[in-house]
């Protein structure tokens, strides 16, 4: 899909083209990052032909331009969610827009549970692959032949090595690992985690996948962080709870803006 006319009209006359070193997308209780971007100029989802309105509290649902280490960005504070109204795709209008003002490279952030007792609470960890255990893609419906996307380095190698690099230059410890997307909203269940477990899996979560596959097809290069916020279901005990994914998204959520300023740092120019 090309991306909505008046929605890119309006965001070239506010001042939101590029190019763009990156785009990026704050998960559940990450919205510190956006905090660390100078010479933001915002506009509500709501505002934007073609852009969702996010209902789950944590999400903000504005789109910043500005600057994160001295470099230009694009800001989405808060995603759509499938689990929202089943609608895997919703984050497409939003993606196609960033893409045509210019932005090609995205990193992905979310709030997940993880399988690793070692890899717990605040831990930040570097997606390097991903399962799709919801049934659902973002590309159903899609008629061009583009939707035979190729997902076999869906994060991307150069992104992944500068995302280790500047997470030792901050001094942040970095895990890497495959997340599991379940739909939700429902947590999982504890043998639900133990056969993401069994699968190779690493972290479940919610969101990130959908937007991965509409990112890669739309030719983006991307690149995904997690914040654990919890031990998924049954781990050691892990008994996830809204509230707690919050609060925990939100203390860890300065390292991730440490960490996203560091990675933004080394890119290439556009
Ligand atoms: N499961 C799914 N999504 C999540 C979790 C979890 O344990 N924690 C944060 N988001």
Same mark, same amino acid.
């Given at each position: ?56 509290? $944590? ?42 003002? $210019? ?168």
């Amino acid at each position: 899909m090309v991306a909505d006319d008046a929605a890119l009209a309006q965001l070239r006359a506010e001042g939101f083209a590029g190019p763009h070193a990156c785009a990026l997308v704050t998960g559940t209780g990450l919205g510190a990052l956006v905090e660390a971007v100078e010479e933001r100029r915002s506009l509500a989802y709501g505002e934007i032909p073609g852009f969702p309105a996010p209902g789950v509290s $944590g999400h903000g649902g504005r789109l910043h331009r500005g600057r994160l280490a001295g470099r230009s960005v694009l800001v989405f504070e808060g995603r759509a969610h499938a689990y929202e109204r089943g609608d895997a795709a919703a984050m497409r209008g939003p993606l196609a827009a960033a893409r045509a003002m $210019g932005a090609g490279r995205l990193l992905l952030t979310n709030a997940s549970g993880s399988l690793r007792p070692s890899v717990g609470p605040g831990s930040l960890v570097m997606l390097s692959d991903h399962i799709n255990l919801s049934g659902l893609n973002p590309l159903i419906g899609e008629a061009s032949e583009a939707r035979f996307v190729p997902l076999t380095d869906a994060y991307d190698p150069a992104l992944r090595r500068a995302l280790r690099a500047a997470a030792q230059e901050a001094g942040l410890p970095l895990a890497e690992g495959v997340y599991a997307w379940f739909s939700g909203p429902s947590f999982e269940t504890p043998a639900e985690v133990r056969m993401a477990g069994i699968l190779g899996a690493d972290l479940v979560g919610m969101s990130t996948v959908p937007e991965t596959i509409l990112a890669r097809f739309l030719g983006f290069s991307v690149a995904a962080i997690s914040v654990v916020t919890n031990l998924a279901a049954g781990i050691e005990g892990g008994d996830p709870h809204h509230a707690e994914t919050k609060a925990v998204a939100a203390r860890a959520g300065t390292d991730l803006a440490r960490l996203a300023a560091a990675f933004v740092a080394r890119l290439p120019e556009p």
